[in-house]
């Protein structure tokens, strides 16, 4: 070594610098690299009495990857020199570096698990105290594990991505990690140093590896004392064994095989986890002194950072090769679109990175509150029968989804079994970790393994981590596909809406309903449809699939009985869906049935609009006892809504088309011609009464939505009067201002078919006063008109003859009153009387006829011959010589049943009708009566003239007077008329083809 001729350091001062590194390697595990790089050098500097030092950790080439302190001239010359170093560097001795300060000095470290490679430099300025060769050795051994440790350290915090923003003094490119390989060298080289240090001839370090495995570095007998010692008497203190000779038999067997008599022993500890055992043993029996087991301790607690440093670099190799898959595991994850091929590539992931054999992921089913198991690896089929649902707060499982923690431990028979090598089904380390997003727990991550296992936190949050990429894609594949089925049911929704709307009758919207329902509601095996009429409700429509055809035996049309009725009147009443399942309807008789076939809930849902309207209630029959979904519940709501706007249209359309019906059928069976003209000119409607009075033939719908002007121009040809009327009508109509009186009143117009028709016509407005076009009228006065004419001619006749009358009456009474006409008394008075007879016959005629109109007619029927009643007549002949009378009737003919004298006023009638229209001259009367069944047949026939068409119709009506004016009052045939049918029988009048008119009646026989 050289000295540049300085004096060596005292051992008294070699001795105050190992105990204060001692110390330093006590507190190392509360210092950074950094902290644990200043402070060793400060007691460097202050031992060899040098006016500054610096430090730099070398990698494995020999480059500097830090100095300190830093922004000195002694750390800046350092390093630049340290770029090409001398071969003289590589000794472990003080040596002067070719930089100025010219008394400068350097101190290499070894690497501990290389003699070639130094772990760290140090260098100092005007170094006044140079170490002697002994405490040199032996404070190497102390201070290369301990800046190789802050070395290791500082590689572990520059991985650490919140510390790579610092300031540190980057590592240099391309410097090869330590491999797995290499960690038991490291440890070797450790413990070479503690046993130079010790002076122990064996050394033996029993450790776990970061993956909990026992690892043995030294001699290999430690192993089996360590072992034997543990069954023994577990160490938590350090033990010194002065004769291991002298131990239990196994423990002093193994020391006489191996020679070895004092022994050491020591636990190796990271805080207050125990993470191996040290030991060391002499030859002779020396005793460990306290300095020497305080000096053991403290290396043992440098080996121990040493292996935590070890294990944290191994943590973090691990950890980097486990993100990297995790990233890999997340894009593939997010690049696939199926759930069970997420599924399935994240369990294989999470095995992988857990270490485990076997797990599974369970997913939350909402319908029937359970956790499913969706996909798995490693499990047999008895596993998965066992395990394929676990209910919230069941087993480690369910505690993991309901309390959303990770739950670790052995499983219970709720749980997930482990399946050994034997087939058979043990208890296993089981970790459960929820799948949450949005603190939302969608499922839970299970996995196992029969190895008892340490489990590091890296672990669990790379688990987590990826837990929650498999919950987000989960929750996305269950939002994406919520959203698709929303779009189908919108969809179908449509398509089901646009059907409702144009189906034109009930039952098909009932069906169509039904059958949507049964196609929508999940374990649907039958949809009713439910009405109330006539205050008993109905199953009115029923809908079940081919698969159920013995429950639609259970669910058929007609009554509902008496215990279902209170679950349909509940529905109604309180508006909202009724729910009955076992719990409900086990009491009720319709029930029973509906369970024995797998029925397990009905769901009601009322029908009926906002304004209380009811249109019925909608039964689904479940094989299921569970709750719709929110979607699926809406879905249902809409479609009902939709159905029930359906059946409202319908009522409505049926209402208004009865009404429609109804007014057509009043306005088709009117004697009013009535047509309806629109805003547009176009024709809505037209009876068929109009265009039979204009003498048109076609039928009335081809007339609907023909253009207003057309139908002019067709009407023109059969009355230019009463199209010119309709367009001044019209245009009043269409006009904003009023019409006249003269435009406004009707006026009557003559048809080529010689009709007398009248007009009227109205303007048609909304309840808003908006116009909706014209209602024309017209009606048939033609008869009305020909009865004014003849009530204007009997007036006339009346007042004539009631006038002559009355004036020979007055002549008369003038000539009594007048004394010299005392002879011509008698003659004036029979005049007076004459006249005043037929005048009371006038009236009488009239009164009668009123009375047997009005049904005030007293009859008084009795059976009489009719023979001698025809046989009085001749005396009808009195005024007409020339006229032939002529009667036949058979002397047995029975006896009517009439009243006499109202029959032979008839009969009086019809003899002085005939003698109005026989000829004077060879006039012929032929009166016939012959029995008919249970009726008499009386014939009067005439020579006369025939009876016009025109005239035979009205033949026997009041006032008939028009073609015969001065013939009478038009009153005689009337009363035939009236007389016969108050008893029942008929008459009419007959043109005979040889000429000549017959009037027959028939009256009623007597019978027994």
């Known amino acids: 070594m050289c000295t540049e001729g300085k004096t060596g350091m005292s051992g008294e001062a070699g001795e105050q610098l190992f105990g204060a590194l001692a110390q330093l390697c006590q507190r190392s595990g509360e210092l950074s690299w950094r902290e644990l790089l200043e402070t060793g050098l400060a007691l460097f500097v202050q031992a060899v009495g040098a006016s500054e030092g610096s430090v730099a950790l070398l990698d494995e080439q020999g480059q500097p990857l830090v100095c300190l302190p830093t922004e000195t001239t002694l750390s800046a010359t350092l390093c630049a020199a340290l770029r090409d170093p001398p071969s003289s560097w590589l000794q472990r001795e003080f040596s002067p570096l070719p930089l100025p300060p010219s008394n400068t000095a350097c101190w290499l470290l070894p690497c501990p698990w290389s003699d070639a490679i130094p772990s760290a430099l140090m260098a100092f300025s005007n170094v006044t105290t140079p170490l002697p060769q002994d405490i040199l050795e032996q404070v190497t051994a102390l201070a290369a594990p301990l800046f190789h440790n802050a070395r290791l350290r500082r590689q572990l915090e520059q991985e650490e991505p919140s510390h790579s923003a610092q300031s540190h003094p980057p590592a240099t490119a391309g410097r090869p990690e330590p491999s797995s390989s290499e960690m038991p060298d490291v440890l070797a080289h450790l413990a070479a140093a503690a046993q130079q240090v010790l002076g122990a001839?064996?050394?033996?370090?029993?450790?776990?590896?970061?993956?909990?495995?026992?690892?043995?570095?030294?001699?290999?007998?430690?192993?089996?004392?360590?072992?034997?010692?543990?069954?023994?008497?577990?160490?938590?203190?350090?033990?010194?064994?002065?004769?291991?000779?002298?131990?239990?038999?196994?423990?002093?067997?193994?020391?006489?095989?191996?020679?070895?008599?004092?022994?050491?022993?020591?636990?190796?500890?990271?805080?207050?986890?125990?993470?191996?055992?040290?030991?060391?043993?002499?030859?002779?029996?020396?005793?460990?002194?306290?300095?020497?087991?305080?000096?053991?301790?403290?290396?043992?607690?440098?080996?121990?950072?040493?292996?935590?440093?070890?294990?944290?670099?191994?943590?973090?190799?691990?950890?980097?090769?486990?993100?990297?898959?995790?990233?890999?595991?997340?894009?593939?994850?997010?690049?696939?679109?199926?759930?069970?091929?997420?599924?399935?590539?994240?369990?294989?992931?999470?095995?992988?990175?857990?270490?485990?054999?076997?797990?599974?992921?369970?997913?939350?089913?909402?319908?029937?509150?359970?956790?499913?198991?969706?996909?798995?690896?490693?499990?047999?089929?008895?596993?998965?029968?066992?395990?394929?649902?676990?209910?919230?707060?069941?087993?480690?499982?369910?505690?993991?989804?309901?309390?959303?923690?990770?739950?670790?431990?052995?499983?219970?028979?709720?749980?997930?079994?482990?399946?050994?090598?034997?087939?058979?089904?043990?208890?296993?380390?089981?970790?459960?970790?929820?799948?949450?997003?949005?603190?939302?727990?969608?499922?839970?991550?299970?996995?196992?393994?029969?190895?008892?296992?340490?489990?590091?936190?890296?672990?669990?949050?790379?688990?987590?981590?990826?837990?929650?990429?498999?919950?987000?894609?989960?929750?996305?594949?269950?939002?994406?596909?919520?959203?698709?089925?929303?779009?189908?049911?919108?969809?179908?929704?449509?398509?089901?809406?646009?059907?409702?709307?144009?189906?034109?009758?009930?039952?098909?919207?009932?069906?169509?309903?039904?059958?949507?329902?049964?196609?929508?509601?999940?374990?649907?095996?039958?949809?009713?449809?439910?009405?109330?009429?006539?205050?008993?409700?109905?199953?009115?429509?029923?809908?079940?699939?081919?698969?159920?055809?013995?429950?639609?035996?259970?669910?058929?049309?007609?009554?509902?009985?008496?215990?279902?009725?209170?679950?349909?009147?509940?529905?109604?009443r309180e508006r909202v869906l009724t729910r009955v399942n076992e719990r409900r309807g086990r009491a009720c008789s319709f029930w029973r049935p509906l369970a024995a076939a797998s029925i397990r809930q009905v769901l009601y849902f009322p029908l009926s609009l906002p304004d209380g309207e009811i249109f019925g209630v909608v039964g689904i029959a479940l094989n299921e006892d569970f709750r719709l979904s929110p979607q699926e519940s809406a879905l249902v709501w809409a479609l009902l809504q939709q159905g029930t706007a359906a059946l409202a249209k319908i009522r409505l359309y049926e209402a208004s088309r009865d009404g429609e019906s109804r007014l057509r059928a009043i306005l088709e069976s009117s004697e009013d011609g009535v047509f309806l003209v629109g805003e547009n000119l176009k024709i809505h409607y037209v009876n068929g009464r109009s265009l039979k009075l204009l003498g048109i033939s076609d039928e009335p719908g081809s007339w609907e939505g023909r253009s207003f002007p057309q139908a002019i121009a067709r009407v023109r040809l059969e009355s230019r009067e009463l199209a010119h009327r309709l367009v001044q009508a019209a245009r009043h109509i269409w006009s904003e201002g009023t019409p006249s009186a003269e435009d406004d009143a009707p006026a009557d117009f003559a048809t080529r078919q010689g009709r007398t028709l009248t007009l009227h016509r109205w303007p048609v407005y909304s309840s808003r006063q908006q116009l909706l076009g014209g209602l024309f009228l017209l009606r048939d006065v033609t008869e009305q008109r020909t009865l004014e004419r003849m009530r204007d001619d009997l007036l006339h006749m009346l007042v004539h003859d009631l006038r002559n009358p009355l004036s020979a009456i007055i002549n008369a009474v003038e000539i009594v009153q007048d004394p010299t006409m005392k002879d011509a008394l008698q003659e004036v008075s029979t005049i007076a009387l004459s006249n005043a007879e037929r005048a009371l016959m006038l009236v009488n005629a009239i009164l009668d006829i009123s009375k047997l109109e009005s049904g005030r007619f007293e009859l008084h029927p009795e059976p009489f011959g009719l023979g001698a009643l025809l046989q009085s007549l001749d005396r009808y002949l009195a005024f007409a010589p020339q006229t032939t009378l002529e009667i036949n009737a058979a002397p047995d003919l029975p006896p009517v049943l009439a009243d006499r004298e109202a029959v032979e006023r008839v009969l009086q009638n019809l003899m002085d009708n005939a003698l109005k229209f026989t000829p004077l001259e060879k006039g012929l009367i032929r009166v016939n009566a012959r029995q008919e069944g249970s009726w008499l047949r009386v014939e009067v026939y005439n020579s006369g003239p025939p009876i016009p068409s025109n005239i035979m119709s009205r033949l026997f009506q009041k006032f008939n007077t028009t073609e015969y004016r001065g013939q009478g009052y038009g009153l005689g045939l009337a009363f035939c008329r009236l007389a016969v049918e108050a008893h029942g029988g008929k008459i009419w009048a007959e043109n005979r083809p040889a000429g000549g008119v017959s009037f027959y009646f028939t009256l009623p026989i007597q019978t027994s």
């Open 201 to 572: 001839e064996h050394l033996a370090i029993l450790y776990r590896d970061s993956n909990g495995g026992r690892q043995l570095l030294g001699y290999p007998a430690g192993l089996d004392f360590l072992q034997q010692l543990e069954r023994q008497h577990p160490l938590d203190q350090p033990l010194q064994l002065v004769d291991a000779w002298e131990a239990p038999p196994a423990l002093a067997e193994i020391a006489k095989r191996e020679e070895f008599h004092t022994v050491l022993l020591l636990p190796l500890r990271m805080g207050e986890q125990p993470v191996g055992t040290a030991f060391l043993s002499r030859d002779q029996t020396q005793l460990f002194t306290e300095a020497e087991i305080t000096l053991s301790k403290n290396l043992v607690q440098q080996i121990a950072w040493a292996l935590k440093g070890i294990f944290s670099l191994q943590a973090s190799q691990r950890r980097e090769a486990d993100l990297e898959q995790l990233n890999a595991v997340i894009t593939a994850v997010n690049s696939l679109s199926d759930l069970g091929a997420i599924l399935r590539t994240g369990l294989a992931s999470a095995l992988e990175i857990a270490g485990m054999e076997q797990g599974g992921i369970y997913l939350w089913d909402s319908r029937e509150n359970v956790l499913r198991l969706q996909t798995q690896h490693g499990l047999t089929p008895e596993n998965i029968a066992h395990s394929a649902i676990c209910r919230s707060g069941q087993g480690l499982i369910g505690r993991a989804f309901n309390e959303q923690r990770n739950v670790m431990g052995r499983a219970l028979p709720s749980g997930l079994p482990h399946t050994s090598s034997t087939g058979k089904d043990t208890a296993a380390l089981q970790i459960n970790i929820p799948l949450m997003v949005e603190g939302q727990t969608v499922g839970v991550l299970s996995m196992s393994t029969p190895r008892d296992d340490v489990w590091l936190p890296e672990t669990t949050r790379l688990l987590e981590s990826l837990t929650k990429q498999l919950a987000v894609a989960v929750q996305r594949n269950r939002i994406a596909q919520e959203v698709q089925d929303q779009l189908q049911a919108l969809h179908h929704l449509y398509e089901v809406s646009a059907g409702l709307l144009t189906e034109g009758s009930t039952s098909a919207v009932r069906f169509l309903l039904l059958r949507t329902l049964s196609d929508i509601v999940p374990a649907a095996l039958s949809v009713a449809f439910y009405t109330l009429q006539g205050g008993q409700w109905l199953r009115t429509g029923v809908y079940t699939s081919q698969t159920q055809i013995a429950l639609g035996i259970l669910w058929e049309k007609g009554p509902v009985e008496e215990d279902e009725t209170q679950f349909l009147e509940a529905c109604l």
